[in-house]
């Protein structure tokens, strides 16, 4: 056997044998996210955002074997391209799923270092699908919150949210919500233009509230944002929470909304709570990114 496919055999092996390993803690019982855990990351990602490690910095990061990692977080990119959007977040926590965990990757972009690491902080690059479809014109900041009010009442008046009034009156919950939880619903402001998909979804979180209790909180949370984007969403009462906020907030009396995030938040509910209502966008299993 050549030196090289001999090496690349042997890397290959080690790298299924940490997949079968990690899948057989996970079987046992061991979860990939705790409350605690991700605390315990929010708490390194908010020394992050204050300014302590804006050339990048080593921090440990504690894997689902038990073990911790050091790894050295990388500073961010000075350049952009043309069609990547700065989001609010300088930096940002990345989740991942037990099946990125135990899906043998290419030895090109495989890291052993991050091989257990269900997260880990880094500097993010935000890339605009080449099929974004804007139906109105860009607008000054000031004009922001009238242009995302304006489509929100076109919203309420559309055959769409009649299905999502029909839908919401057969539900009935045998629990007070005292908050509901709109997490990874995307920036409402891209290229100057308030995104209509993005508005319709964050619009929801104000009306189930409404729908199950008018006195419970309306929390939001995105790293997407910008000031922009929050001071729309300030002035339409929803109150924005950072990374990981929104997660800690999650209990089995609130009701949370997300719609195709880039976070694997089916696993992440499944280790840290119940909430009592969660509303998301339908998945076909094995499909999309792993994260």
């Known amino acids: 056997m050549e030196p090289q496919n001999e090496l690349h055999d042997n890397t290959r092996s080690r790298i299924n044998s940490i997949c079968q390993d990690i899948q057989a803690m996970y079987d046992a019982g061991t979860p990939l996210f705790t409350k605690d855990s991700i605390r315990k ?111 929100v009442q076109q919203w309420k008046t559309s055959q ?49 509230r409404q729908k199950f209790s008018i006195s419970s909180s309306a929390y939001v949370q995105d790293p997407a944002y910008t000031q922009r984007d929050r001071n729309i969403l300030h002035s339409a009462g929803l109150t924005v929470l950072e990374d990981p906020q929104g997660l800690l907030e999650l209990d089995e009396y609130s009701i949370l909304l997300t719609i195709s995030p880039n976070l694997p938040i089916e696993d992440i509910v499944a280790d840290i709570c119940r909430p009592g209502i969660i509303i998301w966008n339908g998945l076909i299993p094995n499909s999309g990114p792993p994260w």
């Open 41 to 151: 990351v929010g708490e390194e990602l908010k020394r992050f955002q204050n300014g302590e490690h804006d050339n990048g910095a080593t921090i440990t990061f504690k894997g689902i074997n038990g073990v911790d990692y050091e790894l050295f977080v990388e500073p961010p990119i000075p350049e952009r391209g043309e069609n990547e959007h700065v989001g609010g977040a300088k930096w940002m926590i990345s989740y991942k799923s037990i099946r990125y965990l135990t899906t043998c990757q290419d030895l090109e972009f495989f890291k052993f270092e991050k091989a257990y690491l269900p997260m880990w902080i880094f500097s993010p690059i935000m890339r605009l699908g080449t099929g974004l479809e804007f139906k109105h014109p860009p607008t000054r900041p000031e004009e922001d919150f009238n242009m995302y009010q304006a489509i």
């Open 160 to 208: 769409h949210f009649e299905q999502v009034q029909d839908v919401l009156a057969s539900v009935e919950i045998p629990f007070a919500v005292t908050k509901v939880i709109g997490l990874g619903l995307g920036p409402l402001v891209i290229k100057s233009r308030v995104f209509e998909r993005c508005a319709f979804q964050h619009a929801l979180v104000p009306v189930l």
